[in-house]
């Protein structure tokens, strides 16, 4: 068998420093490789070459920490308010069901996402003291039939 002298050549983040002296398995010489982030890692030769081993762990820590990442407003109270909307009018199990998913009342297709709700809310006046009002009760939630206004307010609107 050949022998293939990997140090000093780069793969993904990993750089070869020299070949282990410590070998799991002697038809597969493994490498001590520094990574990009600081870490040291030993690496088949094999796994460098074909490129299943590109770091030292970081890079699939760092992807599936990307792709776990949402908004990053889940524990807003604008978040909150978000899901309770979904909530009351897309789960059959909501105690709040019957008086809007069950009546009709949904949330419009531009909403269904986090993000279009919480940029229509900044630019429309939100306000961690106001509260999300329909202003025809028989519609749904979407920009046009929504607006913020305070507890009192609402409160009023209901008595009337």
């Known amino acids: 068998m050949k ?3 990997l140090t000093g050549k780069r793969f993904g ?7 282990s002296a410590f070998q799991s398995s002697p ?3 493994e ?3 520094q990574c990009d982030c600081g870490n040291e890692t030993l690496v088949r030769g094999q796994h460098l070459r074909n490129g299943n081993t590109k770091s030292c762990g970081c890079l699939k820590d760092e992807k599936t920490g990307l792709r776990r990442r949402t908004h990053g407003a889940t524990t807003t109270r604008l978040a909150k308010i978000w899901y309770g909307i979904r909530k009351r009018c897309h789960n059959h199990n909501d105690k709040s069901w019957e008086r809007y998913g069950g009546r009709g009342i949904r949330l419009c297709d531009e909403w269904q996402t986090f993000e279009p709700f919480r940029d229509w ?3 429309n006046g939100y306000a961690d003291d106001l509260t999300i ?4 009760n028989d519609k749904g939630y979407e920009p046009d039939n929504c607006q913020w206004i305070t ?3 609402n409160s009023k609107k209901g008595a009337t």
């Open 151 to 153: 507890k009192s307010e």
């Open 27 to 29: 038809i597969h010489p």
């Open 3 to 5: 022998f293939i002298d």
């Open 133 to 136: 009002d329909r202003i025809d």
């Open 31 to 33: 490498w001590l490789c």
């Open 121 to 123: 809310a900044l630019a």
């Open 13 to 19: 983040r990993l750089t070869v420093i020299e070949r």
